[in-house]
């Protein structure tokens, strides 16, 4: 049923006699002729026992001959329809991919209980954020979408992930979407075949394959819409292809179909763009030896970049550098193939880590000038996934030593970054194992004391079991400091570097230069910098604003020229616009050649610091440098 049918229903629920079918039109708006259409689609759907839902009469008009019913019909269309933007967002794709014709954005509208005026604004946002390689064809309140097989079935994937939101892994929710096809069976088939092959595929990924390979399967059972070897540039391994068609094979016996050959070709090319190599060591010097020169040289030019603007030194990680390399060789072999890599937890690194967002955003996009490639949103939130894990590693002391298990399907960096939280208990803890969800059997035999997992799962071990987030919440972190230590970690010491004398609040400058040569000057009559310092931080803004977004500046010198390392503090009235960011906090740091590796730990404390959009609006409105340390220090 549409809107506009569940209204009538609605309507002649709440009357206690007939209702004549001209007073049915006015109340919908429409012409007694349509009241009679609408009526008659109800009656053959709906009625039972051969007793019509709406008992009709010439004379008296029409009346409902089950309340009841009626009223269950009407709560079950209301929960069926989409309740915020997100999910009309995804019910409008959905229509628009599974349709060859137009869709009528005024039926959208009935069907959805909204008005016109919001289906618009839907459309707006689906151009903007879902319309990469395909667009809207509109005809007055028609819309066609057009494009590429290969954009159209991307799209798709992403639009069923969405609407799966935490069970993305649950093969059995997708059901509904294809017609014949058994997404476990094609599952089963995809997993028995790589298994000889050394290759490693993500939870993720294997979801994302075995989604397209679904849709693949259906698509050629229905024989509508076979993808073009025009549609993309064929770059995969002979090993790919001799999956791909092992794949095919076992899907055309278990279905009785033949797929196209560009079809068997597309499927080596989602192999390729989704594999990841196993490493037998994640040493270093071993990378180094049996990795290609071009990407050891292609990461240490971007963690270079990042000290450079940052002042935040990852070079020396062999961690960050190992697993940066990997998915830097990954990800250029991915984005060359035309392959996409769905993130599911973008959204949570964006909000949970803004500034570190902004740092792999800053990353992405220098690799994308050296390789002349575009990098998506998602691509970035995997990037920062790296850098957090990396910022995150400490040190501990205990010989209390637990096993910890970590199950978390979204691939190798999300459990990286779990793992990285751990370093600080790394005296707790005798041996980290990762498990994927098709590893499961193997967890009993690793014994664990913990478990961390990030999909909501039943586990039957003796063991604790912590659900939780790859970034580790404050509630979390709190579950684990219990589990690890007798009390809380002591807080972090960067006011140190803070002095109430360089501590101004409420100022009322609109330009960033304004703001700079105020605390240059403040640094200049306390003796700190020279009289010319606000040329060396200008010199630094002149490269790339120092603005990380948060409402954060953190202007920064080209030369370390101060006499001792301190941080001028500046808060304003109102935020300005800085480089491509709003900012309202400004430190402006004085660097003195004392010591890289404190500024470097410095910078690591600020950026856990203020991550976070509540603490960050707590700090700025501090009226009393007391009070600005106490919030910085919580």
């Known amino acids: 049923m549409n809107g506009r049918q569940v209204e009538l229903l609605k309507f002649l629920s709440k009357q206690i006699d007939w209702t004549k079918g001209n007073v049915l039109a006015n109340h919908l708006g429409v012409s007694v002729r349509t009241v009679r259409n609408d009526i008659q689609m109800i009656n053959t759907h709906f009625s039972k026992e051969q007793k019509e839902l709406i008992t009709s009469s010439k004379q008296n008009g029409y009346m409902l001959s089950e309340k009841q019913f009626a009223n269950i019909l009407i709560q079950q269309q209301y929960s069926l329809v989409p309740s915020n933007a997100d999910e009309r967002i995804t019910y409008i794709l959905k229509k628009l991919l599974y349709s060859s014709e137009t869709i009528n954005l005024f039926d959208v509208a009935d069907e959805l209980f909204v008005s016109e005026s919001t289906i618009e604004k839907d459309i707006q946002r689906i151009k903007l954020q879902y319309l990469i390689d395909l667009e809207l064809e509109r005809q007055d309140n028609q819309v066609l979408l057009l494009g590429n097989e290969k954009s159209k079935r991307s799209l798709l994937v992403r639009v069923l992930l969405n609407e799966a939101k935490g069970n993305i892994f649950d093969t059995v929710l997708y059901s509904k979407f294809f017609n014949k096809v058994n997404l476990q069976d094609i599952k089963e088939i995809l997993l028995k075949i790589i298994h000889p092959y050394e290759i490693h595929l993500t939870d993720m990924a294997i979801m994302n394959i075995v ?336 603005s990380f977004g948060n409402l954060l500046a953190l202007p920064h010198p080209s030369d370390k020229v101060a006499s001792q390392t301190i941080i001028s503090v500046g808060i304003l009235e109102k935020p300005i616009q800085w480089g491509m960011q709003q900012v309202q906090l400004i430190l402006l740091f004085a660097l003195a050649n004392d010591g890289k590796e404190l500024h470097d730990h410095l910078f690591r404390d600020l950026i856990s610091l203020l991550e976070k959009p509540s603490k960050m609006k707590n700090i700025i409105r501090a009226n009393y440098f007391t009070q600005f340390l106490e919030e910085l220090s919580k």
């Open 211 to 546: 989604l397209h390979l679904a849709i693949i399967t259906d698509k050629t059972i229905l024989n509508e819409h076979p993808i073009s070897i025009s549609e993309f540039s064929v770059q995969y391994d002979e090993e790919d292809f001799m999956m791909a068609n092992e794949i095919s094979d076992a899907i055309s016996q278990l279905y009785d179909i033949a797929f196209p050959q560009p079809e068997i070709n597309y499927m080596a090319l989602l192999i390729a763009s989704k594999k990841t190599l196993h490493y037998k060591s994640r040493l270093r010097n071993e990378i180094e030896k049996n990795t290609n020169i071009f990407y050891l040289n292609l990461t240490k030019q971007l963690l270079t970049s990042i000290y450079e603007k940052f002042l935040i030194d990852f070079r020396k990680d062999d961690e960050l550098f190992v697993g940066l390399c990997m998915h830097i060789k990954e990800l250029h072999n991915r984005v060359n193939r035309g392959g996409t890599l769905r993130n599911p937890i973008l959204e949570e690194t964006k909000k949970t880590f803004p500034l570190i967002y902004e740092m792999a955003k800053f990353v992405g996009n220098q690799f994308g000038k050296l390789v002349n490639q575009e990098l998506s949103e998602d691509e970035f939130g995997l990037i920062a996934l790296h850098l957090c894990a990396s910022l995150e590693r400490t040190a501990s002391n205990n010989t209390n030593k637990k096993k910890v298990a970590i199950i978390c399907p979204t691939g190798f960096a999300s459990s990286q970054l779990i793992k990285a939280k751990l370093q600080k208990y790394a005296d707790y803890i005798e041996e980290i194992g990762f498990f994927s969800l098709n590893e499961m059997e193997q967890l009993p035999l690793f014994k664990p004391d913990l478990v961390l997992t990030t999909i909501d799962m039943e586990i039957n071990i003796p063991c604790r079991i912590l659900l939780v987030s790859p970034f580790i919440t404050d509630n979390q972190e709190k579950q684990l400091s219990d589990f690890f230590l007798d009390k809380s970690e002591n807080m972090k010491e960067s006011k140190k570097y803070f002095k109430e004398s360089l501590f101004f609040n409420h100022l009322d400058f609109s330009t960033p230069d304004q703001v700079i040569e105020f605390l240059c000057k403040q640094l200049y009559k306390q003796h700190y910098v020279p009289v010319d310092y606000v040329h060396y931080i200008k010199k630094r803004e002149a490269i790339s604003p120092t």
